[in-house]
Protein backbone atom coordinates (compact mmCIF):
# COMPACT_ATOMS: atom_id res chain seq x y z
CA UNK A 1 0.00 0.00 0.00
CA UNK A 2 3.26 2.23 0.70
CA UNK A 3 5.21 3.32 -1.58
CA UNK A 4 7.54 5.20 -0.78
CA UNK A 5 7.38 8.07 1.84
CA UNK A 6 7.55 11.49 0.49
CA UNK A 7 10.13 13.58 1.32
CA UNK A 8 9.72 17.83 0.93
CA UNK A 9 9.49 21.01 2.64
CA UNK A 10 6.46 20.80 3.08
CA UNK A 11 6.37 17.11 4.38
CA UNK A 12 8.89 18.02 6.75
CA UNK A 13 7.42 20.62 8.48
CA UNK A 14 4.09 18.76 8.81
CA UNK A 15 6.02 15.58 10.31
CA UNK A 16 7.47 18.26 13.56
CA UNK A 17 3.86 18.46 13.77
CA UNK A 18 3.17 14.97 13.91
CA UNK A 19 1.67 14.10 10.08
CA UNK A 20 3.91 11.90 7.40
CA UNK A 21 3.11 11.90 4.03
CA UNK A 22 3.35 8.87 1.69
CA UNK A 23 3.18 7.98 -1.52
CA UNK A 24 0.67 5.22 -2.21
CA UNK A 25 -1.30 2.77 -4.12
CA UNK A 26 -3.59 4.67 -6.62
CA UNK A 27 -6.41 1.55 -5.09
CA UNK A 28 -5.60 1.49 -1.63
CA UNK A 29 -8.04 2.64 1.28
CA UNK A 30 -7.42 4.44 4.23
CA UNK A 31 -8.25 1.25 6.27
CA UNK A 32 -5.65 -0.56 3.73
CA UNK A 33 -3.28 2.20 4.42
CA UNK A 34 -3.56 2.65 8.41
CA UNK A 35 -2.79 -1.02 8.86
CA UNK A 36 0.25 -1.41 6.15
CA UNK A 37 1.44 1.67 8.42
CA UNK A 38 1.24 0.56 11.86
CA UNK A 39 2.47 -3.22 10.84
CA UNK A 40 5.91 -1.48 8.83
CA UNK A 41 6.59 0.93 11.51
CA UNK A 42 5.10 -0.15 14.53
CA UNK A 43 3.16 3.05 15.35
CA UNK A 44 -0.30 3.83 16.23
CA UNK A 45 -2.24 6.16 13.19
CA UNK A 46 -5.20 8.10 14.74
CA UNK A 47 -5.81 9.67 11.21
CA UNK A 48 -5.34 9.50 6.99
CA UNK A 49 -6.08 11.67 4.79
CA UNK A 50 -6.11 10.90 1.19
CA UNK A 51 -5.54 12.37 -2.27
CA UNK A 52 -4.97 11.14 -5.56
CA UNK A 53 -1.57 8.60 -5.23
CA UNK A 54 -0.60 10.43 -1.85
CA UNK A 55 -1.75 9.86 2.17
CA UNK A 56 -0.72 12.30 5.25
CA UNK A 57 -0.47 10.09 8.13
CA UNK A 58 -1.77 11.20 11.28
CA UNK A 59 -0.08 10.12 15.02
CA UNK A 60 -0.24 10.73 18.67
CA UNK A 61 1.95 12.79 19.97
CA UNK A 62 5.31 11.31 20.66
CA UNK A 63 5.06 8.90 18.35
CA UNK A 64 7.45 9.10 14.40
CA UNK A 65 8.78 7.76 11.70
CA UNK A 66 12.33 7.97 11.48
CA UNK A 67 12.05 8.30 7.71
CA UNK A 68 11.06 12.17 8.35
CA UNK A 69 14.22 12.84 10.41
CA UNK A 70 17.12 14.97 9.90
CA UNK A 71 20.33 13.78 10.49
CA UNK A 72 22.43 15.24 13.38
CA UNK A 73 24.83 17.61 12.21
CA UNK A 74 28.35 16.27 13.64
CA UNK A 75 29.91 18.96 15.67
CA UNK A 76 33.13 20.76 14.19
CA UNK A 77 36.51 20.21 15.62
CA UNK A 78 38.21 23.59 16.18
Not at 33 to 43: P, T, Y
Given at each position: ?L ?33 A ?25 G??I ?13
Amino acid sequence: MLIKPVISEKSMQLAKMGQFSFAVLKNATKTQIKSAAEKLFNIKVLKVRTSKNKAVLTLPAGQKIEYFELPKKAKEKK
